[in-house]
């Protein structure tokens, strides 16, 4: 996955929008370490941010980025259907096996990026902290922190990229379960009998049995 970022600043190599970002809202919305802890693409797809906060952010470091998450999930759509292509889908014992390799084929992009997610937050974190203790002179003489604050945005595009990418990836296979479900169409459930027959000639033979000993014990 590559990153596709120009520069915005003016001749002096300032941000434009320097003074801006003490004004900035949060870019990234403090998260739980719990909800981080649910390693699964559902976690990625709930947590991925919104292109407005990244583009404010990018624009707040001097950058902006021109990439459109429909095109970030046709080329994740596209990787799943080129893997997907010819592929011998019979090694598969069932639905949920073929379910269960594609979670796997996909974790290293969730892992990676909620990795990146919550290094985002704690840069984020440090900058806001920074930003209320320090004014914007301050910031913007100090080459350190327009560095780092560079920074944390590409991390935070990199975040969004990879949302959609895994996003992309996710609903490419959707339609390659569909297609195994068509193919491999699961047994009917087995009818329960309503033949009770059998039953009502054990018990007539058990109640005559009955009967004939008591008829001898009469006697």
């Known amino acids: 996955m590559t990153v596709t970022i120009t520069t ?14 003490s004004e900035l809202s949060t870019p990234v919305r403090r998260l739980g370490r719990e909800k981080l802890s649910e390693r ?23 950058l902006r980025f021109s990439r459109k998450a429909e ?16 592929f011998d889908f019979s090694v598969f014992e069932d639905f949920a096996e073929l379910q269960e390799q594609a979670r796997l084929s996909l974790q290293h992009a969730v892992e990676t990026f909620l990795d990146l997610l919550a290094q985002a937050e704690d840069e984020r ?19 350190a922190f327009r560095a780092r604050r560079e920074a ?22 959707d339609k390659v379960f569909d297609a195994y479900r068509k193919a491999n169409p699961a047994p009917p ?7 009770t027959a059998p039953a009502r000639q054990d018990l007539v ?6 009967l004939d000993a008591w008829k001898s014990a009469d006697r």
């Open 205 to 210: 033979a058990r109640k005559i049995v009955s």
């Open 40 to 62: 699964t693409i559902e976690t990625v797809l709930q947590l991925t941010p919104d292109a407005e906060t990244v583009a404010a952010t990018l624009r707040a470091a001097g």
């Open 71 to 86: 095109t970030v999930r046709r080329e994740a759509a596209r990787t799943v259907r080129a893997e997907a292509k010819g």
């Open 189 to 195: 459930p087995a009818l329960a009998s309503n033949d």
């Open 152 to 173: 944390a945005a590409l991390i935070l595009y990199q975040v969004w990229h990879g949302g959609h990418w895994i996003a992309g990836a996710w609903e490419a296979f």
């Open 8 to 21: 915005s600043r003016n001749d002096s190599g300032e941000a434009q929008n320097a003074e801006q970002s």
């Open 125 to 143: 974190f440090q900058i806001e902290q920074i930003t209320q203790n320090t004014t914007v002179e301050q910031r913007l003489g100090d080459p």
